[in-house]
């Protein structure tokens, strides 16, 4: 079945670097669209950033210029680099597959520190 398993979360002061990953399985990786999305309390859950089959990526105004999406499709694992993290990053960030898939991860915990 479709799997996406997330890790690379932790607590980091303001300015600070991390990288998640989220290793699929399941589907046809190569072939699909993977997206970044966050949730922080009280809060709707927002697209971070998502990339194509073709690598073209697309960013929330809010990460532009410190985010960056990627993808290893021979490892079968898309990554989000996180540089300048700021406190209003703090948040649980999914990965997700889109159609025909639409399956989320179970979520990794961010914590910035000011």
């Known amino acids: 079945q479709v799997q996406l398993v997330e890790s690379g979360g932790g607590l980091v002061q303001a300015g600070g670097s991390l990288r998640l990953s989220c290793v699929a399985s399941?589907?046809?990786?190569?072939?699909?669209?993977l997206a970044w999305y966050r949730q922080a309390p009280g809060k709707q859950r927002e697209m971070v950033a998502r990339?194509?089959?073709?690598?073209?990526?697309d960013y929330a105004d809010s990460v532009k210029g410190r985010f960056t999406i990627s993808r290893d499709n021979a490892k079968k694992t898309v990554y989000l680099q996180m540089s300048s993290l700021k406190p209003e990053d703090t948040a649980v960030y999914y990965c997700?597959?889109?159609?025909?898939?639409?399956?989320w991860g179970q979520g990794t915990q961010v914590t910035v520190s000011s």
């Open positions: 990339i194509t089959r073709d690598s073209s990526t």
């Open positions: 997700y597959v889109q159609a025909p898939w639409n399956r």
């Open positions: 399941g589907f046809g990786f190569s072939v699909s669209g």
